[in-house]
């Protein structure tokens, strides 16, 4: 059984920082990309990072470059979202999710975590 586990949100001021962790199980990192999504309420899913099965290609949202940086360890089957400067427009429920045949649409990933909720305060 896939499953996808989110891990690190939480409530943060403005300017502040988080690492969110999505630890993968049932499946290996080496042959999946893994994105990362947000939803705030009232608005659609967005695509927010997503790094390569190799870990040597990562794209992200133009709303979060220079600020996110996606990672991983292949080792652990773990990703990682670290998140700087954050502002409240990233306030969300944050996703981590795996495709075999990736960008940032989700409707081309395959499996997806329970989500973890982050919350930026002005």
């Known amino acids: 059984e896939v499953q996808l586990v989110e891990s690190g949100g939480g409530l943060v001021q403005a300017g502040g920082s988080l690492r969110l962790s999505c630890a993968a199980s049932?499946?290996?990192?080496?042959?999946?990309?893994i994105g990362w999504f947000r939803q705030a309420p009232g608005k659609e899913r967005e695509g927010v990072s997503q790094?390569?099965?190799?870990?040597?290609?990562?794209i992200y949202a133009d709303s979060v470059k220079g600020r996110f940086t996606i990672s991983s360890d292949n080792a652990k089957n773990t990703v990682y979202l670290q998140m700087t400067s954050l502002k409240p427009e990233d306030t969300a429920v944050y996703y981590c999710?795996?495709?075999?045949?990736?960008?940032?649409?989700?409707?081309?990933?395959?499996?997806w975590g329970q989500g973890t909720q982050v919350t930026v305060s002005s």
């Open positions: 049932g499946l290996t990192l080496d042959d999946y990309d």
């Open positions: 790094i390569s099965a190799s870990g040597g290609r990562a």
């Open positions: 999710a795996a495709t075999t045949r990736g960008d940032l649409a989700p409707l081309e990933y395959d499996y």
